[in-house]
């Protein structure tokens, strides 16, 4: 399965090489910003965010959802039930990054659950489509083969876990030893009493 | 529909009893977060979330921070009333406490309160724990960046984080001198030598085992530093000398059919663009992209998205 930065003005920016267009001639010919407006674009201020992450079923029941940007209460379902649609109505041959409204989402389907991140233009979403099948990882260790049930039933521990993984909308922590230590360092003192 | 009401109801009635043990309020936050997850807003409960994460047991406490976590936002008034029970939790002896007292400072912390607690959070960059001194730099870069003045003076002690022997820490400090580095370039350019020796390090394998993914080490570190060394030696021709090296060997390591390292590629080939040029290195970047673009499965509707000025020359090879 491969994808497209096709939307990704910064990669094209840096295809254009190949299509015999120098990298020098983009930037210095009659002012940078003109004639290579994409590189620029990209450098600019840009925030580089997580900006919710879902756990949806294919009936479009949310399963889990984390925002690290403010949406209204009100405003979530409907969201959430359209970003799922737009997931379930991609073929198997599209890539896996989606372009909606300002943002992208990325999504990964496990059997009947969708894991969807909304992240910002300038996010990497290659590294993010990794990021969620490494939370996977950590899921399947947690529960030993995680099911839609297992997060069903455990809901706080799940968010416990993605907030090890994702702080303020970024990735603080990706080994997977690591995520985990806090949680079963409370499993245990729960144990205890 | 209706279910959900008779539960908040239902939940409505257990909060409000005095009999309800810290055990059950535990259980009953976990349903309130389910119903606000559905978008049905169980705001008596915000009260009582806090109440858990004061009285509670440990997991109990716990899970009362998460439901603030989910249920308040940063302007919310209530969050007040959690900055005593946060200062008490940060000096408690279990280690636990203390841990995610400062997960909850990193998500959400009232701007004001800051100057009580920074002292507090400090202390801990010193701790003899990693996990401690971790999540003290991911609190100080969270008020950062609600309250960049407020931290001013301790931005020694983020150095000392950078150079941290635990590669934890340092990556924490990574978002800080990612954030810093992006308002003010000209500052940081001493900084690139070890951004270098530390992407080199990561590169080499150097880092312990469990830090890898599918054998690649380090991943998203190696991204974060990526970006790190695009802003230092961004039209800077000094700069970005100083990791032309590294950044071959960057490109040259991530050769490997896994999605993983096409996302360092990427990050790669993007501050290869982004610093000073260099022209065998821009080959080497565009033979990259080659092989991505070249790619069998790639789908075509890429060729529309190139701007107008690129069109005739697209005819060719592709």
Redesign the interface.
Known sequence: MFWIYSQRKDMLAAISPILGVGYESLLTAGGGRENCPALHDALDFEITMIKFLLMVNKQGQTRLSKYYEQVDIEKRPSLETDVVKRCLSRKKEECSFVEYKDFRLVYRQYAALFIVVGISDTENELSIYELVHNFVEVLDKYFSRVSELDIMFNLDKVHIIIDEIIQNGHIVETNKNRILAPLLALDKMAEAH | ERLIKKELESIKEQVASPNTTMRQMKEIM?RA??C????Y?ASFSYIHAIKLAQQG???EK??GY?AV??FL?ETDEFLLLLVNTVLKDLQSTNL?EV??AL?VV??MFPKDMIPAILPVVEEKLTHPKE?IRRKAV?AL??FY?IAPNQVQHIHSKFRKALCDKDP?VM??SL?IYLQLI?ENPESYKDLTGSMVTILRQVVGGKLPL??N?HSVP????Q?QLL?IL?YLG?EDQGTSEMMYDVLEESLRRAEMNH??T???L??C??TI??VH?KSQL??K??EC??N??L?P???L??L????P??HH??S?P?
Request: charged residues 20%.
């Open positions: 976990v977060i389910y606000e997850m559905l978008g807003q047991s440990v997991l716990r899970v998460l976590s989910l936002n636990i841990c995610m997960t990193s998500q996990i991911l870069y969270k960046l934890g990556t924490a978002h992006k469990d830090f993914y380090a991943p998203w570190l991204i970006r695009a961004k999605n993983i096409y996302a360092i990427f990050e080939v993007k663009y982004t040029p821009l080959e970047a565009a992209i080659g991505f673009v790619s499965k790639i789908n509707k890429y529309g998205k190139i701007p000025y690129d020359r697209v060719g592709l």
